[in-house]
């Protein structure tokens, strides 16, 4: 298993010295538009504090894991299932389409109404005979059901085509690359947006890029979380004009890239020989 980190010591040492009650999970899978069952290879967790006082560009400590051989999933779930063992069970988990259920895929009338992570957790966990039910005890912050719920969608002015109608209507169901777009999120170079591409570049043994990749989502999505608690006040809220946030200017970036740079290279060369 590989890793990389923002952070000097390990994970656990972390939670046991800090008390964050909002954590950001994000998973990186083989999945691809015909293959939809392919094996989780990486997981990114960032510690997001919940004061609405903070700056918006917090300081997100995160820890990503990785795996260089489909046969080592057991043992990176188990890894997960045991850095969720230490949260306190009223830890709010926050991702991006990574519920259980999504109460506005329900009301668009979409036919699956799950989200992607935490049951796709389940179901790969389930298939490798290990019991991740612990998922299931934590509360979620879903940033696209809360995007649904909370943004001026008039004035993003993102549309799609309705099938039965071909009529161009407003979407309000945002993929994170549209969140990003509308907050004016502006992503490391060099870290292409991978989604289906992850299969790709794991084959071709470009396990670090996945890993950044796998981070910056979880750093991103706790951004949307940070300015989604800071802007909203009861009313529909507007992002015409926001200014730019780079995510590779950002202190925990260049901590993750300055502390990680070494060891991960070490870490990946050895896997590769096994």
């Known amino acids: ?22 954590v950001t999970l994000d998973i990186e899978t083989l999945d691809t538009k015909e293959l939809k069952d392919g094996p989780i290879v990486s997981f990114s967790l960032s510690f997001v504090s919940p004061s609405k006082l903070d700056k918006i560009i917090n300081n997100f400590p ?50 699956n109404c799950s989200g992607y992570d935490i049951p796709k957790i389940l179901r790969r966990s389930s298939l490798l005979n290990l019991d991740m039910d612990i998922m299931k005890e934590f509360n979620f912050y879903d940033t696209l ?21 071909g009529a161009l209507k407003i979407k309000k169901i945002l993929s994170s690359e549209e969140l990003e777009k509308i907050l004016n999120i502006k992503r490391p170079r060099n870290i292409p947006k991978l989604g289906p591409r992850v299969r790709e570049f794991f084959g071709d043994k470009k396990y670090k890029e996945i890993l950044l990749y ?41 901590r993750l890239i300055n502390f990680s740079q070494l060891n991960l290279e070490e870490k990946i060369t050895r896997a590769s020989r096994k």
């Open 145 to 165: 059901q809360v995007a649904y719920d909370i943004l001026d969608h008039n004035s993003h002015k993102i549309k799609y085509k309705d099938k039965k109608t």
């Open 1 to 22: 298993m590989i890793e990389i980190s923002s952070e000097l010591e390990d994970i656990f040492k972390f939670i046991e010295k800090n008390n964050y009650s909002y």
């Open 62 to 111: 995160t820890f990503c894991f990785g795996i260089t051989d489909t046969r080592e999933e057991h043992l990176l779930l188990s890894y997960l299932k045991e850095i969720f063992s230490k949260f306190n069970k009223n830890t709010t988990i926050i991702g991006h389409n990574i519920s259980p259920e999504l109460k506005c895929k329900k009301i668009e009338g979409w036919s």
């Open 214 to 254: 796998n981070s910056s989502d979880t750093i991103i999505e706790s951004i949307f979380y940070r300015i989604f608690e800071s802007k909203y006040s009861g009313y529909p809220i507007s992002f015409e004009n926001q200014p730019e946030i780079d995510i590779e200017k950002t202190e925990i970036w260049k």
